[in-house]
């Protein structure tokens, strides 16, 4: 029987040292105030977690309810992430007690069943940042989210079944700056539905089914994103208030002609690439429009016209930097469209059906883009294009072009693909070729596929290229004095694809040389290096090279990185210096695998990789000749030393027996 004294001790010490079950280890991890629980097939929120947290990351779980018993209300947490989980219940009113919460990502979770029960999720008093894209939430289904966030400045709703925005959706969320509602199925926005916004600034709304914007009046607005809709139409009001609109990106959508913009624009980004553009008007004649109207296009608000815009024939740009038309229906452009765009630094009218395109101005302009149309003629004035550095020209029906020795800050031109030749210099481009001599700030110049037969001598004198692509051209001419005047500048040449059978240049002459293309040629032998070499780079596929000059491979040796060899009948016994550099580990031979020899074995050819080249396969036929007549010179060498040797000794020995008698 226990005495009452140890009754009592064992009392006092149950009360002072309680037994407590050991805590199991959370299996987070914890950085001073932040900690990560992703990725760890949650089904339950750990309970261990530390009691001051200022980033919690439980992403990537499989939590499906979030309650005051799965989430502890946290005053400390300032960035929670559950995006990518399962969650379809949170208990309304969760978040209130997190008074410095500024960010909540509950993205990729299943909240459409949440918002399927009409219940208001609680106010978000602190939250700045709000992420609910791919929920599945339909119309109307945000604005439980949404009703009672007064801080909330950047919104993504993008990824969603959404179909409508209407008046109301936002009015518990007037500190918007910043809304995504990329890829829904968008068909109408309500008026007024962004109006209250004042402080909104970036609207995306890219990837949805809208067919009209009319009276377009956010002026507050900087970045609007219509891209890869169905517009056929867009319209600002008319009215003379200044817009901060900067970027309007309006590409791969269904209009016809350039849109009405605002009066007062800042505009400096505008992309209407990839539509059906016919004409940089902002409306055609009446019974186009008509027969637009009738042609089934959805208007946002059909009672309202599409207006003629009459007096906005040319629209005022003046600030305006980019500019892409690119991927559209335009036979013509007026000088005067360009007028006002005095800020313009690049300009892209690229895959249209322009056939004479015409510059007055435009002297801050430092990229244009005029390829893949039906151009024949390219002109610009004696003082345009004072600032251009890269003009695109290819994929036209060019013969001729004149003027590039007037463009003052010229340093890419991109001929590919007309057809053109190039002018002998100092002469004219009256016989219908193009000068390409005496333009010091010329350094890339490229002219493939134009159907050029030769390449006068000094072609480029005075030009001082890094960059030259002369490919694609079958049967040219490449003479030891065509590219006269690059040997101090050149760095990278394309010669593939011209069925050259022999090439008469001295490469050893270009000292920056790094990156030789010789592919689809139908060279023999190459012996183009006739002392040091600079080159990192060679490209030697598809010729028919047997040998590889002993000289040229010696000359490569030591600063050659790259080569490639394939679809060549290179002999296996006649390349010793090749086979030699190959197996040099710093060489990268990208094509190794399909590098092949050929050698004799039985008066038969067998093909073999030059990988796997041995001394033995050289023993046979013409290997075997090849040895033999070592064999043969050795024994001769030897024979003669011998005859000699035996002649000196038997003339000493008949000197000493003379020297006796005397």
Known sequence: MMGPRLWILMLVVQQVSPYRRPAEASPCRVLQEDVDCSRLNLRRIPPQLPATIHRLDLSQNLLQNLTGRELPPSSSVRHLDLHGNKIQFIQPGLFQDMSRLEELDLSGNSLYIYAALNTHIGPLTSVRRLDLSGNGLFTDMSDYFLRDAPALAHLSLNGNSITKIGRGTFNGSQALTNIDLHNNVIIEIEEGAFESLTGLSELDLSMNSI??????????????????????????????????????????????????????????????????????????????????????????????????????????????????????????????????????????????????????????????????????????????????????????????????????????????????????????????????????????????????????????????LLILDLSQNPGMDVGSSSLSGLETSLCHLSLKGNQMQSLDLDFSLFRKLKSLDLSVNRLTGVSLWSGESSLESLNLQNNSLVTLASGTVIALQKTLRTLYLGSNPLSCCRNPHLLSLLQQNRLSVPDLAGATCWYTRDSESVEIGVSAVRAEHCQSADGKVLWISVIVVLALGLALVLAVTLKLSHSKRHRFKRGIKA
Request: negative net charge.
């Open 211 to 464: 067919s009209c914007i009319t009276d377009f009046n956010l002026n507050r607005l900087k970045t609007l994103n219509l891209s890869k809709n169905s517009l056929t139409n867009f319209q600002a009001d008319e009215s003379d208030q200044e817009f901060e609109l900067q970027h309007l990106d309006l590409r791969e959508n269904k209009l016809l002609y350039f849109p009405v913009l605002p009066q007062r624009s800042k505009l400096i980004y505008l992309d209407l690439s990839r539509n059906l553009l016919r004409s940089v008007n902002c409306s055609g004649p009446l019974e186009e429009l008509e027969n637009l109207k009738d042609g089934g296009y959805l208007l946002t608000d059909p009672d309202k016209p599409l207006s003629l815009c009459a007096n906005k024939r040319h629209q005022d740009l003046p600030s305006l930097l980019y500019l892409d038309l690119s991927y559209n229906q335009l036979k013509a452009i007026p000088s005067a469209f360009f007028r006002s765009m005095t800020a313009l630094e690049s300009l892209n009218i690229s895959n249209n059906c322009l056939e004479s395109f015409g510059v007055d101005g435009l002297n801050s302009l430092k990229t244009l883009d005029i390829s893949s149309n039906n151009l024949q003629n390219f002109s610009f004035g004696l003082d345009a294009l004072a600032a251009l550095k890269v003009l695109h020209l290819e994929g036209n029906a060019l013969q001729t072009l004149d003027g590039f020795s007037r463009l003052p800050s010229i340093q890419s031109l991109h001929l590919q693909q007309n057809q053109l030749s190039v002018c002998p210099p100092l002469e004219g481009p009256s016989g219908g070729c193009v000068q390409l001599s005496s333009i010091p700030t010329l350094r890339f110049v490229y002219l493939s596929e134009n159907g050029l037969f030769s390449i006068p001598a000094g072609s480029f004198q005075g030009s001082p």
